[in-house]
């Protein structure tokens, strides 16, 4: 009963601490959007072949950037359309993998960096920004806790789905989420996907089993 | 000599490198380890026990040595205070250069006056600018030993010519830019107070206050982790690897323009340097 109270309150808390705007340090000075594009390239005057796409930003990653992820009314309203549409879900339907699997992808944390090699481990880093299973006590504090995540709903279909939605597109559930966008931007797999899903919806994972 | 107790805490740094890997048996390690560094902190102004000071004698040697096309020193060289001056010219980098029409950080005023006035070729200089094994940095050294003599001043970055306030401008909204497969920028891990990635702490660097005066007061820093002492051009290059960005320019104006933002949100902090850290 107790630590049900204690969820809920760090439950709100969480979710009190998402909804307030961050403090900024002053109003931002003024600074036109073309000059801070001409000091990036200035940065990455010759990136290496296929890395270009890494600087440039789509729609949705400069609306955040000039609105510090404080995107107004009619902004917020048009990314969470265009995200939306542009989720695929698995053509069979079936958003559930291996959770075994889904750990790795939980706990990897290399892959794209430019000392990786493009062959070597790849993973969604979830653990940097969320706790997950009980047993780890690693985990990073930028994200809600994912605890026992598919027990909380009930192993639901429809909210596994939405979690899948969720991982593929961060942004078509809330505009300018610091959560990556990681089917969108094709950092993981479909499988990579299903298997992470997978662990958050496997009543057998140790998300959900303590 | 000065190096005696270091294997002994490299060993126990390394074992915490591997957080990052992730492993419920590292959680009680990366605490006890956190302790021992908060131990080791309070010896890094002591020269017999931070290998960082090995940098600081090699830059005070190479500040002096005659070379390139003029055969002359960087004894002569303004780093904003007058020729030759380098007490307290580390607390007000990055700043406007009239002779250069630029704002420039530290790295980038060392290899202009390289190139103005010893015309020295910066090439090789460029290509060895972080050390490695069998790589000495002459560009670290002589970080190491400018910002040594700034040790115990405050931050205070000018801010009054135009172009600096421009500079501090394109830096602030370079933090805020997102970007690559991540869609991180730097906002993502550094505007909340309290946050953490794993079990690393990430101070907020968006407003003026004791975390980005403590995180800025320490660089240069020996990074114990990679066994090498490390500047601010580093620090954001391996950033932006975080970020899965391309390998930024060594000092080019964007870095120049994201450590101006973070050093005038330093202001007031003191320096305490070289430090040491994971």
Known sequence: MMTKLLQLLTALLSFATLLAPPTLAQSPAKV?????????????????????????????????????????????????????????????????????????????????????????????????????????LSYGTLGPSLQEYGKIRKYSGDDAKAAYAK???????????????????????????????????????????? | MRTFWLPVLGLSLIALGWIG?????????????????????????????NPAFLNVDRGEALWSLARGTKNVSLQTCDL???????????AKLPRYFKDADRVMDLEQRLLWCMEAVQGFDTKDIIKRRFSGPGVVSDMEDLVAYIAQKSSGAKFAVTHSHPKEQEVYAVGEAMFYR??????????????????????????????????????????????VSQSQMRTMQHRLWDCYRQMRMPI?????????????????????GEILVPSIKR
Request: glycine share 8%.
């Open chain 1, 32 to 136: 036109s959007p073309d000059l801070v594009e001409a000091y990036v390239k200035g940065t990455w005057k010759t990136p290496a072949e296929g890395w270009q796409a890494r600087i440039d930003q789509d729609d949705t990653q400069r609306a955040c950037s000039l609105s510090r992820n404080q995107p107004a009314k009619a902004e917020f309203d048009k990314i969470l359309a265009r995200e939306k549409a542009a989720v695929v879900f698995p053509a069979d339907g079936v958003v559930l993998g291996k959770w075994q699997d889904g750990e790795k992808v939980a706990q990897i944390g290399t892959g794209g960096q430019f000392t990786d090699s493009p062959t070597g481990p790849r993973g969604g880093n979830c653990y940097a920004c969320h706790q997950m299973a009980l047993t780890e």
């Open chain 2, 178 to 223: 997102r970007s690559a497969v991540m869609d991180f920028s730097c906002a993502t891990c550094h505007s909340e107070d309290g946050k953490r990635i794993r079990l690393q702490g990430l101070p907020n660097l968006t407003k003026p206050g004791k975390a980005v005066q403590e995180t800025m007061g320490s660089w240069p820093t020996y990074r």
């Open chain 1, 167 to 210: 991982i593929y597109n961060a942004q078509s559930v809330l505009p300018c989420s610091n959560m990556p966008r990681f089917g969108h931007n094709k950092f993981l797999s479909e499988q990579q996907m299903k298997d992470v899903t997978a662990y958050l919806f496997d009543p057998e994972s140790p998300v959900n089993k303590k």
């Open chain 2, 21 to 49: 890997c992730g492993s419920a048996a590292f959680a009680q390690t990366a605490d006890a380890t956190e302790k021992e560094i908060e131990r080791y902190r309070a010896m890094i102004s002591d020269p017999m026990a």
């Open chain 2, 80 to 90: 904003g205070e007058g020729a030759g001056k380098i007490d307290g010219a580390y």
């Open chain 2, 248 to 268: 930024p320019d060594y000092a080019s104006d964007g870095i120049t323009a994201l450590t101006l933002y973070l050093t005038k949100n330093a202001e007031g």
